[in-house]
């Protein structure tokens, strides 16, 4: 598999890419999203052991620093919502122009939130993995992890934060939980996007639970695309693996696999 390096974007807004070109007959590009935070993926090896394992199946891939971190362009101390999600149209818009092929993204909780709005500002996307995606009103999520007590420290925080700019939860500015404050939620963006879409969340993630996701599934399995698939996996939690599993030969991996294959023949 080649590994190459490369700034990614227009002039004004580049990103910092690790792309993993598959030796075998390539499908397309799948563009691998992280969680929430100020998370440098070119240096993260978890991430390179799943785009190997894509390369493997015949898909290139691209992982990519956020908005403001590492080399790539932005200021994270007033980073959005929004600049989070146009990471992945710029990145989706790039790969299309390269005829790369399909192109999907895979994301994990906070970006597949992101991967699912990416969706709309872009017709680039032809498939979305959502793992563990919520569809929760931000206040309400916030609340519903950090409890009563850490929720009105959360508030003050969020108060002085206008002031002083200091980051809090989840290593993030204020700029960014205020653009996330009344947003559309996930489960009705994804009831109006036309694309293939498989949705997988953990039976015992107490971070995301059936009532944050039930709403995503029901979207997903409404439409009528017959790719579509919304699974919930059996005793694993928020990482949607056990500890003692291997990612090749782990349920959501599996699950993926098949997704990818079908995305690949359709």
């Known amino acids: 598999m080649k590994t190459t390096y490369q700034m990614i974007g227009p002039r004004e807004r580049q990103l910092w890419t690790k792309n993993f070109e598959s030796g075998n007959q390539c499908h397309g590009v799948v563009i691998l999203g992280t969680g929430s935070g100020e998370i440098r993926s070119v240096d993260d090896d978890s991430i390179e052991d799943i785009c190997v394992w894509l390369g493997d199946l015949g898909w290139s891939s691209v992982v990519y620093d956020k908005y403001g971190c590492g080399e790539s362009e932005g200021d994270w101390k007033s980073v959005t919502f929004d600049d989070l999600r146009d990471d992945l149209v710029i990145l989706a818009d790039h790969f299309k122009q390269q005829n790369f092929g399909k192109i999907v993204v895979l994301g994990q909780s906070e970006s597949s939130i992101l991967a699912a709005e990416a969706a709309t500002r872009t017709s680039n996307i032809d498939a979305l993995v959502l793992r563990v995606a919520s569809h929760q009103d931000i206040s309400e999520r916030i609340k519903m992890q950090l409890g009563i007590e850490k929720w009105t420290k959360w508030l003050a925080d969020l108060e002085n934060s206008k002031v002083n700019g200091k980051m809090f939860v989840a290593s993030h ?64 939690g928020h990482g949607l693996m056990l500890q003692s599993e291997k990612w090749n030969s782990s349920v959501v991996a599996k699950e993926i696999q098949l997704f990818l294959t079908a995305v690949a023949e359709q």
Request: proline content about 8%; overall charge positive; cysteine-free.
């Open 173 to 236: 500015p204020v700029s960014y939980w205020l653009s996330r404050m009344n947003r559309i939620l996930t489960g009705d963006v994804v009831a109006g996007l036309n694309i293939p879409i498989i949705a997988l969340n953990g039976a015992e993630d107490h971070f995301t639970p059936p009532t944050a996701f039930s709403k995503i599934h029901e979207a997903i399995l409404q439409q009528k695309n017959t790719l579509n698939k919304a699974i919930v996996i059996p005793g694993v």
